[in-house]
T-cell receptor
Framework: DAKTTQPPSMDCAEGRAANLPCNHS???????VYWYRQIHSQGPQYIIH???NNETNEMASLIITEDRKSSTLILPHATLRDTAVYYC?????????FGKGTRLSVIA | EAGVVQSPRYKIIEKKQPVAFWCNPI?????LYWYLQNLGQGPELLIR????????DSQLPKDRFSAERLKGVDSTLKIQPAELGDSAVYLC????????????FGAGSRLTVL
């Protein structure tokens, strides 16, 4: 599976949009981009995934560049409860492989 | 619907003692995973089950770790004997099958080895 690069940490003001970037320049054509998050003392939680089109659900939006080498997870109105580690994962037919993720701190 | 249930949530043991963790996956989920998470790191896969069969256990340290999934439902992960370096969170996850897009994780079992 392709590797991903994420910033180790980010801050976001409560109520503002949180934009979390992810680079995956070696992604293959059949690999999806997945996002999970892990709130303190909990297991990872699925957020969203996509192949090449932008995706939106009740939690977030996923923007994938046309060349698929990078993506951005958008939390439109961040709340304090969105403080967590966010993992960007590129996955083909193998189990999820987690990196260190981005620690997002939402600040009041 | 109940999520993935793990127990115990916390366990403190002396080194060289045995320990076991239990996982009850979501009903109907055929694939079960055990992940290990060290402090400040992302989870790492230890073993994956398809029903009763362990189909990927290449990362499981077989000298001291063992796992089973009898009847293809609940699973147990055992460490015997535990070492100081085994202190970590042990996460269980399940999915409908290995090709499913979404894994559901339990809250984890935090092990401290003294």
């Amino acid at each position: 599976d392709a590797k991903t690069t994420q910033p180790p940490s980010m801050d976001c003001a409560e109520g503002r949009a949180a934009n979390l970037p992810c680079n995956h320049s070696t992604i293959s054509g059949n690999e999806y981009v997945y996002w999970y998050r892990q709130i303190h003392s909990q297991g990872p939680q699925y957020i969203i995934h996509g192949l090449k089109n932008n995706e939106t659900n009740e939690m977030a939006s996923l923007i994938i560049t046309e060349d698929r080498k990078s993506s951005t997870l958008i939390l439109p109105h961040a709340t304090l409860r969105d403080t967590a580690v966010y993992y960007c994962i590129v996955k083909g037919n193998t189990p999820l492989v987690f990196g260190k993720g981005t620690r997002l701190s939402v600040i009041a | 619907e109940a999520g993935v249930v793990q127990s115990p949530r916390y366990k403190i043991i002396e080194k060289k003692q045995p320990v076991a963790f239990w996982c009850n996956p979501i009903s109907g989920h055929n694939t079960l995973y055990w992940y290990l998470q060290n402090l400040g790191q992302g989870p790492e896969l230890l073993i994956r089950y398809e029903n009763e069969e362990a189909v990927d256990d290449s990362q499981l340290p077989k000298d001291r770790f063992s796992a089973e999934r009898l009847k293809g439902v609940d699973s147990t992960l055992k460490i015997q004997p535990a070492e100081l370096g085994d202190s970590a969170v042990y996460l269980c996850a399940s999915s409908f099958n290995s090709g499913a897009n979404v894994l559901t994780f339990g809250a984890g079992s935090r092990l401290t080895v003294l």
